[in-house]
């Protein structure tokens, strides 16, 4: 079995920055990709962020220039750096993560972007 422990969520202001973090533990062999999803209020899950094994990097088109995806292979941790944080960012952030032949997901964390 795999944990996905999610942390750094919290309440900041506009414009302001917050760090995601997301460990992952148990029988892992090997780390395929590595996402950050969100479920804003009222909406679908989508796709905020993935890396690759390799380091390749992709955003969703709202938070390029603002987020950073990024992961340490040798703790088995991702990270997500958010800055210039907009309300629209509110929502539950999920990682997850691809083992080959499983997927898992975090329990979520959330962030509120609130003056």
């Known amino acids: 079995q795999v944990q996905l422990v999610e942390s750094g969520g919290g309440l900041v202001q506009p414009g302001g920055s917050l760090r995601l973090s997301c460990a992952a533990s148990g029988r892992i062999s090997s780390i395929r990709r590595m996402a950050w999803y969100r479920q804003r209020p009222g909406q679908q899950r989508e796709l905020v962020a993935i890396?690759?094994?390799?380091?390749?990097?992709g955003y969703v088109d709202s938070v390029k220039g603002r987020f950073t995806i990024s992961r340490d292979n040798a703790k088995n941790t991702m990270y997500l750096q958010m800055d210039s944080l907009k309300p629209e960012d509110t929502a539950v952030y999920y990682c997850w993560v691809d083992l080959l032949l499983q997927t898992y997901w975090g329990q979520g964390t959330q962030v509120t972007v609130s003056s």
């Open positions: 890396i690759t094994d390799y380091g390749d990097t």
